[in-house]
C-alpha cells in the first residue's frame, strides 16, 4: 500500500471520527437543554393566569361580534348603493 494512500485514510478517519464527536456532543448538550425539568408556577399564579386568559377570550369575542357588525353595515350600505344606481338609473 502507497504510503499516500495510508495518510489519506487516516485522515479521512481522524475527521470524520472528529465530526461525529462533535456532532453527539452537541446532540447531547440540546437533549440536555430540552429535557430539563420547567419550574412550575404557584397554583395562585396559575389560576390569575387562567382567569387573564378567559377575560381575554371574552374580549376577542366581544370584537369578533362588532367587526361581524361592521361589516354587514358596511355590505348593507354597499349593497343599497348598487340597488340605488340601478333603479334611478346614472347620476
Not at 378567559?54 to 361580534?65: A, F
Amino acid at each position: 500500500m502507497d504510503p499516500v494512500d495510508v495518510a489519506i485514510a487516516i485522515s479521512i478517519v481522524t475527521v470524520a471520527a472528529g465530526g461525529m464527536t462533535i456532532l453527539g456532543v452537541s446532540a447531547l448538550a440540546l437533549l440536555k437543554k430540552w429535557t430539563r425539568p420547567k419550574p412550575e408556577l404557584p397554583p395562585a399564579e396559575v389560576e390569575r393566569l387562567r382567569e387573564a386568559v378567559e377575560q381575554l377570550v371574552g374580549e376577542v369575542s366581544e370584537l369578533h361580534e362588532r367587526l361581524d357588525f361592521a361589516e354587514r353595515v358596511l355590505a348593507s350600505q354597499r349593497d343599497g348603493n348598487r340597488l340605488g344606481e340601478g333603479r334611478l338609473g346614472p347620476a
